[in-house]
């Protein structure tokens, strides 16, 4: 059980990268965006386009200290994250811009992003087929002699690390700066911080950036835990959506606590249900959210 | 014997696109006239078809009790079967709704994909329930004797359209009605209708149930006709995105377009297999068909962004006073 809670806050932490860009989006555009989670299979599958240049290079091989992974893998994080994020641009630009400029409602949105999360999961299934794939071969090593037989990986830590890590950076960034402040207007109440001189749209590209960069990095860091398959991404949607409506829509907090439930509950849950059912879990959560609690733990009405 | 194969092609063609154009009527309720967004297409059809099935279906006996289980097994005839469908999918929209109407719009299409989702990981885990990933086979198919077993499809093309005709003409009087005229007022302004004294919620409520029990009618349909319905079906692609596909080239709340969207749609998905198997290289065989996901997405996109309307387009007018 102590196993399960620990695996269960290793994927907290990646869906908290994942839901920090979701309900930032849903803040500023009020737009729920459905191709989140085939944007984080882009940003995984690019990292595994790189690993397999400086495989056939032959550079970067060694594997990185105590990890399962290479050296290759780390640079790879640089590639996946500027493309996932330019890819979250141009896509603001191309679907969702129109609809700002003509005033047609966000609801319209929702089905693009739809038609745009097929589209991206062509993609990878064209390019790379339905096969599963590892960023690298080999044992993955576990750390030992832990209290109350907890097994954990030394990747674990790595995904804790870098996780965290980043978080704090976009917390910084989205608490303490300038620009942050400016961010968080805009998710507050768009109109209002336009009138007091903030340019929304520079602030949007902003968003979609951080979003794309977060999730690329999700993408990644679910590739290192399990594996990479075309469907990783949409099966990430329904826990990253539930994780949002459960903190409470547009709130930082209220991602990261949400995230870390919806984590430790769907592991958790596989002690009693086939690992199969955490898509399912992830909907039983977001039922129990919009019945006892719609705005969420940290939401307001 | 070569024109007889075009023909019975012809047919089966006709019979997936005329099961899609119910879908796309369905669709039609809930999205063009109420705008309320299902994104769990596949849940209602699959929630239909299986239905139908285990009601249509005696439990095995014998040595076939062995190989498939099923908890339920009727042995109803066919109409009972589609009559089951639709009220068991009706029910499923009601407490979905319940759940989400009273919140805005993203909840319901949020909470449609989880239970699509949900209903397809549950089936293919629960064995006990409907077999499993195997499926249910030997489906019962109605006035099979009537026919050599040849031209079975031309009578079930006749029996699908049947049920298209009547869905149509029923939705084409629901929506030219006062309810209907409720409906496109919520979609236009949820307040204003309010203020008019209309029960939005309730309203909502009824539109969804409506269009889910068309569904679950059109994934009755299909378990006749495939005669074999197993959970891998009803992905998010063939259960549920191409019908918004569908819909939004035909012409978003016009039930004409949603008929005209299914067919063109359908062609397009079917015959682009063709196609593109022609011209993709050895070897790549498997992965083709996944083009058909970009041409499918890249359609909604352009409609939606270039053409809104789509080909038909809603009619400015839908009643005469």
């Known amino acids: 059980m102590a196993s399960l809670i620990v695996s269960g806050i290793v994927l907290g932490s990646i869906l908290t990268l994942g839901s920090i860009g979701l309900t930032l989006i849903w803040g500023i555009l009020n737009l729920f965006n459905c191709a989140h989670g085939d944007q984080m299979t882009i940003g995984a599958y690019i990292a595994l386009a790189t690993v397999a240049l400086f495989s056939n290079l032959g550079i970067l091989q060694g594997k990185v200290g105590p990890f399962s992974f290479t050296w290759g893998l780390l640079v790879a994080f640089i590639p996946a994250i500027v493309v996932s994020a330019i890819l979250a641009i141009l896509l603001d630009q191309w679907c969702y811009r129109p609809l700002r400029e003509r005033g047609i409602p966000m609801i319209v949105g929702f089905i693009l992003s739809i038609g745009v999360a097929f589209v991206l999961r062509g993609i990878v299934y064209v390019i790379w087929g339905a096969d599963y794939y590892s960023y690298s071969k080999g044992v993955r090593p576990t750390i030992t002699g832990l209290p109350l037989g907890i097994t954990l990986r030394t990747d674990d830590v790595f995904i804790m690390v870098v996780a965290w890590g980043l978080l704090a950076l976009v917390y910084l960034f989205i608490m303490k700066t300038k620009t942050g402040k400016a961010l968080r207007a805009v998710a507050d109440n768009p109109t209002l911080a336009g009138i007091t001189g903030i340019d929304t749209e520079r602030m949007t590209i902003l968003a979609w950036a951080i979003a794309g960069a977060l999730i690329a990095v999700a993408g990644i860091l679910w590739g290192i835990e399990a594996q990479l398959r075309p469907e990783m991404g949409w099966l990430f949607l329904l826990p990253l959506f539930a994780a949002v409506i459960l903190g409470g829509q547009g709130s930082f907090t209220g991602a990261l606590v949400g995230s870390m439930i919806l984590g430790i509950v769907q592991q958790v849950s596989t002690a009693w249900l086939l690992p199969t059912y955490k898509p399912a879990v992830a909907f039983m959560v977001m039922v129990l959210t919009l019945l006892l609690r719609p705005q969420g733990i940290f939401g307001r009405r | ?321």
Request: charged share 10%; glycine share 12%; proline share 5%.
């Open chain 2, 1 to 321: 014997m070569e024109l007889m194969g075009i023909l019975s092609f012809l047919v089966s063609f006709a019979i997936m696109a005329a099961i899609y154009a119910i879908f796309s009527l369905g669709l039609n309720v809930q999205w063009g006239y109420t705008g309320l967004l299902n994104f769990g297409i596949a849940g209602f059809f699959a929630v239909g078809a299986y239905t139908s099935a285990l009601v249509t279906t005696p439990l095995p006996t014998g040595p076939l009790a062995d190989y498939v289980r099923q908890a339920i097994g009727l042995n109803q005839p066919f109409l009972v079967g589609v009559i089951a469908a639709a009220i068991v999918s009706g029910i499923l929209a009601a407490l979905i709704g319940l759940l989400t109407l009273r919140l805005r719009g993203g909840y319901l299409a949020i909470c449609t994909i989880g239970i699509a989702e949900s209903i397809r990981i549950f089936l293919n885990n629960e064995a006990w329930l409907a077999n499993g990933p195997q499926g249910l086979v030997g489906l019962p198919q109605p006035l099979r004797g009537l026919v050599p077993p040849a031209y079975y499809n031309f009578l079930y093309l006749g029996i699908v359209l049947a049920f298209l005709v009547l869905i149509y003409f029923a939705l084409e009087r629901g929506i030219r009605s006062p309810w209907g005229r409720v409906l496109r007022a919520i979609r236009e302004d949820e307040i204003m209708a309010a203020a008019d004294g209309k029960d939005v919620f309730l309203f909502k409520l009824q539109s969804l149930v409506v269009g889910a029990m068309i569904m679950g009618i059109g994934g009755a349909l299909y378990a006749h006709f495939a005669a074999a319905i197993q959970p891998g079906l009803f992905t998010p692609m063939f259960g549920t995105f191409i019908i918004w596909t569908m819909l939004t080239v035909g012409g978003t709340g016009n039930n004409k377009g949603a008929v005209l969207g299914a067919f063109l749609v359908w062609a397009l998905w079917s015959w682009s297999t063709y196609f593109i198997l022609k011209v993709v290289p050895p070897g790549f065989e498997t992965r083709a068909p996944f083009i058909r996901y970009i041409l499918i997405g890249l359609v909604l996109i352009i409609v939606i962004l270039r053409r809104p309307r789509g080909i038909i387009g809603e009619e400015r007018y839908v009643s005469k006073f």
